[in-house]
């Protein structure tokens, strides 16, 4: 069973989530749809999710915040 953190949930209930295979530390984004849409769960590879296109989407946002809080830099730091 992989590891997870929900990074967003939508207005009409479908869920993405941060995923983490414990034994490889593979990192993956896994979607969950709602439950009347009646769709599968689906694990999607960082690169693709990220890669995908769609710049836009709540969701790709939301997992570009979580990794900027990676990040010990403040906001206005100077850069060199």
Do not use: K
Not at 2 to 31: K, M, N, Q
Not at 42 to 49: D, K, P
Not at 66 to 73: E, F, Q, R, Y
């Amino acid at each position: 069973m992989s590891e997870r953190r929900e990074l967003y949930r939508s207005p009409t209930g479908d869920c993405w989530f941060l995923g983490r295979e414990p034994t490889s530390g593979a990192a993956f984004v896994i979607h969950q749809p709602n439950g009347p849409g009646g769709g599968q769960l689906s694990h999607i590879e960082l690169g693709v999710f990220l890669g995908s296109g769609m710049t836009d989407r709540p969701e790709r946002q939301a997992l570009l915040r979580l990794i900027g809080t990676l990040v010990d830099v403040p906001p206005y730091a100077n850069r060199a």
